[in-house]
């Protein structure tokens, strides 16, 4: 009896088996692909998230095969696997890949393309372009300086946009307007200070952090009266000229 229920099982794998072996994933077996780019300074990184419809089927691996200038990704599923159901891989960009395939049926989901001097990089999900940055040099520098406003003590006239002076009276005093929105979303204006030295006046504007910042209103609305003694009027720790007064004011 014993020797009959092993050739029983033995007979029930064999059938089995085959049915379970691995096999590739393509774009319609996942309804939402999310494909998600990350641009470093020296790198790209493009993400890859969904969910097989496959409820039976689990992630056995994924990897990506350089071949020429692409980088093909396989996604394996079977009924046994060493995940989910769920795809979550990272990959790095080679500089000399210009697209991501996905799947035997290489449907690009990724490519670099160059116009003239602007480098940009498309996301397409099912053929369709769903998303393109270009000017990444530009992008990087738009970070640095947000980081920059992040950990200045003494907010510059070049971190505001606009920044505007004003000149709204000269009787009895002349007196000007500030105005200003700090471009990181995340500062803005805690107090503001004149120091007279001589015939020069210096504004200092200090920041704060705020994280329901107001999109409407200027994070720098002051008016500042200037003496009659004083003939400049500098901002911030660079000195920025922004008053001068003229000889028939």
């Not at 505007?164 to 995340?186: D, Y």
Request: net charge negative; with cysteine; aromatic share 6%.
């Amino acid at each position: 009896m014993k020797t009959d229920l092993t050739k029983v099982f033995a007979i029930m794998a064999a059938s089995i088996l085959p049915s379970c072996a691995t096999r590739v994933l393509e774009m319609q077996e996942i309804p939402i692909l999310q494909v998600r780019q990350v641009l470093h300074p020296d790198s790209i990184e493009v993400n890859l998230m969904g969910v097989t419809i496959h409820s039976s089927l689990l992630i056995d691996k994924i990897e990506a095969l350089r071949i020429d200038d692409s980088l093909h990704v396989l996604v394996y599923a079977g009924l046994f696997g060493n995940n989910s159901g769920n795809i979550n891989y990272t990959l790095t960009v080679p500089d000399d890949v210009n697209t991501i395939v996905f799947g035997e049926n290489k449907r690009i989901i990724w490519s670099r393309i160059e116009s003239g001097s602007n480098k940009c990089y498309q996301l397409r999900i099912k053929g369709m372009l769903r998303e393109e940055r270009c000017d990444l040099e530009e992008i990087f520098e738009k970070g640095k300086e947000q980081n920059m406003i992040a950990r200045a003590k003494i907010i510059e006239a070049h971190y505001m946009m606009p920044f505007q002076v004003k000149e709204i009276s000269k009787i009895p005093q002349v007196e000007i307007q500030l105005q200003g929105s700090v471009k990181n979303n995340t500062v803005s204006v805690e107090r503001i200070v004149a120091l007279k030295n001589k015939n020069i006046l210096h504004v200092l504007v200090y920041p704060k952090f705020t994280f329901h910042k107001r999109s409407d209103s200027y994070d720098l609305n002051y008016t500042l009266r200037i003496p009659a003694d004083v003939d400049t009027v500098t901002f911030g720790e660079e000195e920025k000229i922004i008053w001068a007064r003229h000889s028939d004011d």
